[in-house]
């Protein structure tokens, strides 16, 4: 498969040690500047692309520009969203409950050092099972709200969302940011609250980026909360990939392997892990250990996976049926018949998208379960 020049110079410049001779060489080529911007926009890279290519003398002032000013925009936002991590933990704190902020900002100061080294979206916390009601109960009282495409619906209908997928989105007072609220971070079908409960067990009060004491998960357990969540999106961005590599990069002691490995296959995660290190090792340069590497290359559904999303990469372009492509995923290292099991809950399962959606009043939301089957004989007989 050829890689066109654009996408050569975005993946060198994607590394965490990209060496500015060899991306001052790839820039020298017929490169397509507007799609390396779209390609690094995409996959949620532009903070590291622009800081490797500072020092490239041959990259474009027009584009150059262009990275200045997507730096300056990404660390006021980094900074925003960072402040208003603590305006919620100190709210949760003040009612005597604790969080763990995971992804976003939180996630940019573990893995790069630096808030402003990865781009963020939303504020993710992590919560204890059980806690989850309190916790957005909390947030309601200090000024916070659904979502406008949540706020019309009943309340007996947001728990039943709540109770399927574990998590509340709520917006901030101002309404400039978006904060979940994670009770669990496995699939629906395969939620355990052991898990969490285990990890929040491991959990430690370390320092954060302003210098206070912050709720952290142990490395081993957030790559495994990194690799199940970009497992669940179908790792169609390289930023989930280099996340990965960055933490293996930064962590000062040593990973336990063989304890990490031994978590996983206990959790029913330990494709999703190896899935993950697989594509770090391939696409960000992560080093791995031999007997990692080795229970990848047994795997051949595993390999094929990984060699797969070179497409995804290379032309931005997503599988036609994502959630198949994301469920191949999550049971790649499964049996045959473990597989389609799988895909026959989660083809009659109900979600929270489908409780959301549900047409009749909610006196009639026992009937959801049937709902998804029917939306989807509809769907297959349309013309």
Same mark, same amino acid.
């Given at each position: 498969?050829?890689?066109? &020049? *654009?996408? +050569?110079?975005?993946?060198? %410049?994607?590394?965490?040690?990209?060496? $500015?001779?060899?991306? =001052?060489? !790839?820039?020298?080529?017929?490169?397509?500047?507007?799609?390396?911007?779209?390609?690094?926009?995409?996959?949620?890279?532009?903070?590291?692309?622009?800081?490797?290519?500072?020092?490239?003398?041959?990259?474009?002032?027009?584009?150059?520009?262009?990275?200045?000013?997507?730096?300056?925009?990404?660390?006021?936002?980094?900074?925003?969203?960072?402040?208003?991590?603590?305006?919620?933990?100190?709210?949760?704190?003040?009612?005597?409950?604790?969080?763990?902020?995971?992804?976003? &900002? *939180?996630? +940019?100061?573990?893995?790069? %050092?630096?808030?402003?080294?990865?781009? $963020?979206?939303?504020? =993710?916390? !992590?919560?204890?099972?059980?806690?989850?009601?309190?916790?957005?109960?909390?947030?309601?009282?200090?000024?916070?709200?659904?979502?406008?495409?949540?706020?019309?619906?009943?309340?007996?209908?947001?728990?039943?969302?709540?109770?399927?997928?574990?998590?509340?989105?709520?917006?901030?007072?101002?309404?400039?940011?978006?904060?979940?609220?994670?009770?669990?971070?496995?699939?629906?079908?395969?939620?355990?609250?052991?898990?969490?409960?285990?990890?929040?067990?491991?959990?430690?009060?370390?320092? +954060?980026?302003?210098?206070?004491?912050?709720?952290?998960?142990?490395?081993?357990?957030?790559?495994?909360? !990194?690799?199940?969540?970009?497992?669940?999106?179908?790792?169609?961005?390289?930023?989930?990939?280099?996340?990965?590599?960055?933490?293996?990069?930064?962590?000062?002691?040593?990973?336990?392997?063989?304890?990490?490995?031994?978590?996983?296959?206990?959790?029913?995660?330990?494709?999703?892990?190896?899935?993950?290190?697989?594509?770090?090792?391939?696409?960000?340069?992560?080093?791995?250990?031999?007997?990692?590497?080795?229970?990848?290359?047994?795997?051949?559904?595993?390999?094929?996976?990984?060699?797969?999303?070179?497409?995804?990469?290379?032309?931005?372009?997503?599988?036609?049926?994502?959630?198949?492509?994301?469920?191949?995923?999550?049971?790649?290292?499964?049996?045959?018949?473990?597989?389609?099991?799988?895909?026959?809950?989660?083809?009659?399962?109900?979600?929270?998208?489908?409780?959301?959606?549900?047409?009749?009043?909610?006196?009639?939301?026992?009937?959801?379960?049937?709902?998804?089957?029917?939306?989807?004989?509809?769907?297959?007989?349309?013309?």
């Amino acid at each position: 498969m050829g890689v066109s &020049p *654009a996408r +050569a110079l975005l993946f060198a %410049g994607a590394r965490l040690n990209a060496e $500015s001779r060899a991306l =001052d060489e !790839l820039a020298q080529r017929d490169v397509d500047w507007a799609d390396v911007l779209k390609g690094a926009n995409w996959h949620g890279i532009t903070p590291l692309l622009a800081r490797n290519l500072k020092s490239v003398t041959s990259v474009p002032d027009s584009v150059r520009q262009k990275l200045i000013r997507f730096e300056r925009v990404n660390a006021f936002r980094s900074l925003h969203m960072a402040t208003r991590i603590r305006l919620c933990l100190k709210a949760l704190h003040d009612h005597g409950l604790d969080a763990i902020p995971w992804k976003g &900002p *939180a996630l +940019a100061f573990e893995a790069y %050092g630096d808030l402003t080294r990865r781009t $963020s979206c939303d504020i =993710d916390f !992590l919560v204890k099972p059980g806690e989850l009601a309190a916790a957005r109960n909390i947030l309601l009282q200090a000024g916070f709200t659904f979502e406008p495409d949540n706020a019309a619906l009943t309340s007996q209908r947001l728990l039943r969302m709540e109770k399927i997928s574990g998590e509340v989105r709520l917006l901030g007072p101002d309404r400039s940011f978006l904060v979940e609220l994670h009770a669990q971070f496995l699939h629906p079908t395969m939620a355990d609250s052991r898990v969490l409960h285990d990890m929040w067990d491991r959990s430690y009060c370390g320092t +954060a980026w302003d210098g206070q004491p912050i709720r952290k998960l142990c490395v081993p357990d957030l790559l495994l909360t !990194l690799c199940v969540h970009a497992t669940k999106h179908g790792w169609d961005r390289l930023k989930w990939v280099i996340d990965i590599a960055a933490v293996l990069q930064q962590q000062s002691t040593p990973i336990d392997w063989s304890d990490l490995m031994n978590t996983a296959d206990a959790y029913g995660v330990s494709g999703m892990l190896l899935l993950g290190l697989a594509l770090a090792h391939r696409n960000a340069g992560a080093s791995l250990p031999g007997e990692v590497l080795a229970r990848i290359d047994a795997h051949a559904t595993l390999r094929k996976i990984v060699e797969e999303q070179d497409q995804v990469y290379v032309t931005d372009t997503l599988p036609t049926l994502q959630l198949t492509h994301a469920l191949k995923m999550r049971t790649a290292m499964e049996p045959l018949w473990r597989r389609a099991a799988v895909a026959l809950r989660e083809a009659v399962g109900v979600t929270s998208v489908d409780v959301a959606e549900f047409p009749a009043s909610d006196r009639w939301l026992w009937l959801v379960p049937l709902y998804r089957p029917w939306r989807l004989v509809q769907r297959v007989s349309r013309p």
